[in-house]
């Protein structure tokens, strides 16, 4: 049951940002990019254009970065508004439990052969620090990760900087 909400979650992050990409992206986050690496039983790395989207109703973050199926999401967890410094990473299926701040991780790429198909990962544990300067945000993860299906686990780390910091209204959908 754990892991279907956890792929459920993934795709609804995945979905919003497609959407957010689409509308804001694309004039917002010209030069802001997140570039991420993973090792376990596949390896890899990409360079994606990133926007973070800012939920005051909420209260949580949404850095996005995607180019076609492959993509990641930071989910920042704060008190009251967006701060910097260290965030403990933990896994999306105890955020609403977890001391503020703290930090989700999601993604997925396109697994090459033998084992071609979409992998996709979640958080376990990890550390995620951000600095916020002139409405952007900077910052890197590590995280460890398992896969939303199987128990196939992944170190990631990944490197930010000049994302865009959008404040969103209405209940932040």
Not at 132 to 145: E, I, L, P, T
């Amino acid at each position: 049951m754990r892991i279907v909400r956890a792929v459920i979650i993934f795709i609804v992050v995945l979905a919003l940002a497609a959407g957010a990409w689409q509308m804001f992206g694309r004039r917002s986050a010209r030069g802001a990019e997140l570039v991420v690496s993973w090792r376990g039983k596949s390896s890899g790395s990409m360079t994606l254009p990133a926007t973070l989207a800012w939920c005051p109703v909420t209260r949580v973050g949404v850095l996005e970065a995607m180019s076609g199926d492959s993509g990641v999401a930071l989910l920042l967890y704060e008190r009251d508004s967006l701060t910097g410094g260290p965030h403990a990473m933990i896994s999306p299926d105890v955020s609403g439990a977890a001391p503020k701040p703290a930090a989700s991780l999601v993604m997925r790429w396109l697994r090459a052969s033998p084992d071609s198909g979409l992998a996709g990962f979640r958080s376990e544990s990890g550390t995620a620090r951000i600095q916020f300067a002139g409405g952007k945000a900077s910052g890197d993860v590590n995280a460890r990760m398992r896969s939303v299906v199987g128990i196939d686990s992944s170190v990631v780390q990944a490197t930010f900087s000049g994302v865009p910091v959008m404040t969103t209204a209405k209940g932040c959908t």
